[in-house]
């Protein structure tokens, strides 16, 4: 029945620095171009990446994975960091890591792979001659490309059975390999596809003006003899 008050003062004290470190880096979405932006596929040679800690400490940031720190930040709590890279990341695959130095307790590391891609997308080379007639021609690109960017209507073809530059009928396919069609063509000659200048690959680069693929049609050997 005795209070609280009657057994005179608590003393004690509680450490809150002493519990585990954590740490996790990822790249920000703003830095996450492309289709998604949690894919961490990018076109952002110099991408934005956001440190967590759990506690006080230093916060160091390794952009290249060459194990040297390129940029450090110091805390006096728990919180959320943002560093950006301070040079350029060259394209391909680059592992990005964080290293936190706590007030108390032990170092912890976490690390993020970012696919960097800032290039347009291009085409591989295709089959030099068809045989006539012919009515759809593939196209390889040389990495995939968002297909829903890839339309028909954009992509034209051209040349001595043709009248001018007409759209092709139908863009099928995903990936990297795609299928043309278009009205059958009998005459021989160099025909020549231009992309659609809309084109863009997963990182969100642009195939702009001036991709074409181009390929010389055979006589149709039924008809010619």
Avoid: H, M
Avoid at 133 to 143: A, E, N, V, Y
Avoid at 152 to 160: C, D, E, F, R, Y
Avoid at 197 to 209: E, L, M, R, Y
């Amino acid at each position: 029945g005795n209070l609280l008050s009657d057994v005179g003062p608590l003393n004690f004290e509680l450490d809150l620095l002493t519990f585990a470190a954590s740490v996790s880096i990822d790249l920000d979405a703003a830095s996450d171009s492309g289709i998604s932006d949690t894919d961490n596929i990018t076109n952002v040679a110099l991408p934005s990446v956001s440190v967590t800690v759990n506690k006080a400490g230093t916060i160091r940031v390794d952009f290249d994975n060459d194990g040297l720190f390129d940029l450090n930040q110091t805390l006096s709590a728990a919180g959320v960091v943002q560093f950006v890279a301070p040079f350029a990341l060259a394209d391909g695959l680059q592992t990005l890591r964080a290293t936190f130095e706590p007030a108390v307790g032990n170092s912890v590391s976490d690390t993020v792979d970012v696919t960097v891609d800032t290039q347009a997308p291009g085409l591989l080379p295709g089959t030099a001659t068809e045989q006539a007639p012919i009515s759809q021609r593939t196209l390889q690109f040389d990495g995939p490309i968002v297909a829903g960017t890839f339309q028909a209507g954009s992509t034209l073809i051209s040349g001595p059975g043709i009248v001018g530059a007409v759209p092709v009928n139908s863009v099928n396919g995903s990936g990297a390999n795609f299928v043309t069609t278009f009205d059958t063509i009998l005459t021989a000659g160099t025909y020549t596809i231009e992309i659609d200048p809309s084109v863009s690959d997963v990182a969100g680069n642009v195939v702009g003006s001036g991709l074409t693929d181009s390929f010389e049609l055979l006589p149709d050997l039924i008809s010619s003899c």
